[in-house]
């Protein structure tokens, strides 16, 4: 119902940065909040950062003042700019969105994308 593209992704050095997009399409009545999860082999899938609709953010500790999420509401769009990275950010790195979808008759929709790999080298 509700689809998400993940892009720009890939391998950088130590320090380097990234950026990465996630763009919703579908029937979308609204987006209630847009985040990014990471994966590492063998480890759970964590929350990285989250955007809430008002703009309000949420990072996990370990990204404090290194990754910056921005939205974009017009194109249904949330980026990830990831700065001084480490080989401990190599991962999986998944979009979400949780909203609501359709026009007449809305549902709630909670969508992932299919992943994007990040992968940080010393």
């Known amino acids: 119902q509700v689809q998400l593209v993940e892009s720009g992704g890939g391998l950088v050095q130590a320090g380097g940065s990234l950026r990465l997009s996630c763009a919703a399409s579908?029937?979308?009545?609204?987006?209630?909040?847009m985040g990014w999860y990471r994966q590492a082999p063998g480890k759970q899938r964590e929350l990285v950062a989250a955007?809430?609709?008002?703009?309000?953010?949420n990072y996990a500790d370990s990204v404090k003042g290194r990754f910056t999420i921005s939205k974009n509401n017009a194109k249904d769009t949330v980026y990830l700019q990831m700065n001084s990275l480490k080989p401990e950010d190599t991962a999986v790195y998944y979009c979400?969105?949780?909203?609501?979808?359709?026009?007449?008759?809305?549902?709630?929709?909670?969508?992932w994308g299919r992943g994007t790999q990040v992968t940080v080298s010393s």
């Open positions: 579908g029937n979308i009545f609204g987006i209630i909040i």
């Open positions: 979400n969105a949780h909203g609501v979808a359709g026009t007449l008759i809305t549902t709630p929709f909670d969508s």
């Open positions: 955007v809430a609709s008002g703009g309000t953010t």
